[in-house]
């Protein structure tokens, strides 16, 4: 019998402290990551703007393929799975792109 069957509530004190304690600082890192994904945002806005302004495309394919190289890279350099990496940046990628279809749009009207 292991010591969490023992105990009856899958585990003692100890380990119910632990995973607080790693839990509060996942909660810690995904609001930080929001407040990041926010700025980031508050940029890349200023970007459609500009694009906007200048007839400019929404999309630029040669910066997306060096950003997704880049963060390949990045991701490799610190053990995380590099396409993981490259899903998020597309996911990123994809909402920009339609915000600055909707800038483009609001700006010829």
Do not use: W, Y
Request: aromatic fraction near 4%; proline fraction near 4%.
């Amino acid at each position: 019998m292991t010591r969490a069957e023992r105990a009856g509530d899958g585990g003692d004190d100890a380990v119910h402290a632990e995973l607080n304690a790693i839990r509060a600082s996942i909660d810690n890192f995904d609001a930080a990551l929001v407040h990041l994904l926010a700025e980031r945002f508050k940029c890349t806005q200023r970007v459609g703007r500009l694009k906007a302004e200048h007839g400019l495309p929404p999309a630029d394919p040669q910066r997306e393929a060096e950003q997704i190289a880049r963060l390949r890279t990045l991701a490799e350099e610190v053990h995380l799975d590099p396409a993981f990496a490259e899903k998020l940046l597309g996911f990123i990628i994809d909402e920009v792109i339609r915000h600055h279809r909707a800038i483009a749009e609001r700006s010829t009207r």
